[in-house]
Structures are given as C-alpha cells and as structure tokens.
C-alpha cells in the first residue's frame, strides 16, 4: 500500500530495530524510512539524500514536503562535489572505488538468517559423527 520494500538489513541494530520490533509486539504499525549517503562525507550535508528522504515521506504521509526546493541545491553541491573530487586524484580514485563497490554489493543477493540456518544445519548433517555409538 506505502510502495515501500521491507528491510534486506540482518545484523547488529540500534534504536529502530528494537521499537520496531516492540511495536510488532504490540501489533503496531510502524515503518522507518532511510537514505543512502556516501560514506565519505562523513557528518557533512547531502541534499540528493535528503531530497529522497522528503520524497519518499511525502508519498507515505500525503503530505507535501517541498523537496523540489532542494533541486537548486543538490544541483550546486554536486558542482562543487564534482570540481573538489577532480581535483585530488587520491580523492577522485577513492570515490570511484566507493562507487564501485557500491554498486557491485547492491546486486549481490544476501541470504536471510532462515537460509543460512538451513545451510548450516544441512552442512551439519552432512558431517560423519566423531564419535559413533559403540
């Protein structure tokens, strides 16, 4: 009904794991939306991100988010992006790694704890017993 996936994420969770799944408990509602941004960027502001963000809580809420003020911005700091990487060859190939890497582990398909734990148990069954009953 949202158009929204549901998580890929398995592994170590903060705050949202642990209320979403307290409001599943409690048969709650929930969703928690997310956005990608570069990892180089530390703390420093993305407004593509956040322009995605405000887009996709638009759809969700039905309310309007002016994200499309934030075109003439994002237009700019990809300028500025651009010129600051193209000037630092180091920069410039530790970005185009990044990219790469990106977009090879977006197309790799993760099992989920369920597949894994199945793999796990057939593996286990597969190996001889150490220690057969005399």
């Keep these: 009904r949202l158009k929204l996936d549901l998580p890929k994420y398995q592994g170590p969770t903060g705050l949202i794991g642990v209320l979403h ?8 509602p929930s ?3 997310r956005v990608g ?4 960027l530390l703390n420093a502001q ?11 809580l638009e759809l969700v809420l039905g309310v309007p988010t002016r994200h499309a003020e934030l075109y003439e911005e994002i237009h700019r700091w990809s300028e500025l992006h651009d010129a600051a990487v193209e ?4 920069i410039a190939n530790f970005v185009k790694m990044l990219e790469s890497d990106f977009d090879r582990l977006s197309q790799i398909e993760i099992p989920t704890a369920d597949d894994l734990g199945a793999q796990l148990e057939q593996f286990l069954r597969e190996q001889p017993d150490e220690n057969p009953e005399k």
């Design 31 to 33: 969703i928690s939306l």
């Design 87 to 90: 000037g630092d060859e180091q």
């Design 37 to 40: 941004v570069p990892r180089y």
């Design 46 to 56: 993305h407004p593509k991100s956040s322009a995605a963000l405000l887009r996709k």
């Design 21 to 28: 799944e307290r409001f599943e408990r409690e048969h709650l």
